[in-house]
């Protein structure tokens, strides 16, 4: 009797208790109902356990370290934050040895980066998929959206094969962490974006030279215009530089070829852009990238410069030199810009081409932007000197920025140009003692005398 009360029993009591706080331990949980990835931290930091850190500690290390370059850390990390994410994951021998070297050299380069980024993006899906998720060979291809903006599609075959894309699916769950799951693939995935972007910067497709025009000319026979001689895309200018900025002598000799041959062309305002930035990330030459940007407009300048085809090597003074800079040299109206068309030549040169011109010549003058002014570079202790005397600078930093048309060489000073006064020297007054001259009528006189015996004169 005492194990029932009111008809129910204990053992029902005790069971609906245990039930009834089950149920409020199930609420109590945090709920989840988009999928967000409970590995980051309230702070943000990204923990230990996520599939980042697994990435970077995988045996993927040629994606890890594209990951890196690239600069995806942060973005990945507001991602992971957000919610679970599914990585392809290339092998390391796609990127090593099956990876075409022109199409390696372009994801590489500073000025690609958004591209490099693009194409890593286009590996991860802002969801979880697992491997049972794969549609069904009957169902056909299911389409997801990656971090880039840009679609893929998950398919497989009838004999069990599962893709991504184009690659193969070849370790499914690699890799599962709470915040997502890597899958590793065959091959890299390009999305048509970047492949689109290569192949304009390998035909030339991008920028078309724009050469000066003058007045139309008209045909006398036909009475009709006549049409220009059509100038092959990406062929150099016919017109030197001087005639963009202003009339000077000719270039300087030995101009180094410029990476993927003379036809290969760039965007004059991206190209400004990016080697500023490289200056920037270098360190060291802040001075230099503020006058560029802010106090001038010579970076349009030259933007436009080398969209027109134009070559240009900016000789570029770091910060301890430009801080040696006086007041009266800067305080003339147009003296910053005057100082820096004499730092710009107007031609490629590299470090190289400039060493073995000067190991063979000598001294080499390079035509500047600010005529009729040469800078002068000789060989000096295993480099390049620049300038005369206290006024000279040597090649400090070579190849800060190289990409075919724009080449930045550091400098550890200032050049200015020598001062052309001509001392003309008068040459000195002679004293020239003349014998005195006698008239005809004394000669005739004292010639008379003579005849007369007298004393001659």
Known sequence: MGSSIY?????????F???????????????????????????????????????????????AELVEKALLLQTLEEAVGKHNITIFAPRNEALERQLDPEFKRFLLEPGNLKSLQTLLMFHIIPKRVGSHQWPHPKTGPVKHTTLCNDHIHLSSKSTGRKTVGS??????????????????????????????????????????AVLPEGAPEVDPRTHRLKKPAPVPLGAPPVLPIYDAMAPGPSLAPAPAPGPGGPRHHFDGESQVKDFIHTLLHYGGYNEMADILV?????????????????????????????????????????????????HIIPEYQTEESMYNAVRRFGKVKYDTLRLPHKVVAQEADGSVKFGHGEGSAYLFDPDIYTDGRISVQGIDGVLFPEEETEIVKKPAAVKVASKPRRGKLLEIGCWMLGTLRFRSC
């Open 294 to 342: 802010n106090l001038t407009s010579l970076a349009t300048e030259m933007g436009k410069l080398v969209s027109e085809g134009y070559l240009i090597t900016v000789l570029a003074p770091n910060d301890e030199a430009m801080a040696k800079l006086t007041t009266d040299q800067l305080s003339e109206p147009g003296a910053t810009e005057q100082i820096i068309y004499y």
């Open 167 to 208: 690659a193969e699916l070849i370790r499914p769950d690699d890799v599962i962490r709470p915040d997502g799951v890597i899958h590793g693939i065959r091959q890299l995935l390009i999305p048509r974006s970047v492949i689109e972007d290569f192949n304009k910067r390998r035909n030339l497709q991008s920028i078309t």
């Open 7 to 15: 008809g129910v029993s204990s053992s029902h009591i005790f069971i």
């Open 17 to 63: 208790l245990l039930f009834s706080s089950v149920s409020v331990a199930i609420a109590a949980l945090p709920q989840n109902p988009s999928g967000k990835s409970f590995a980051s931290t309230a702070s943000g930091q990204i923990n230990s356990n996520s599939v980042l850190v697994a990435l970077l500690d995988s045996h993927y290390t040629e994606l």
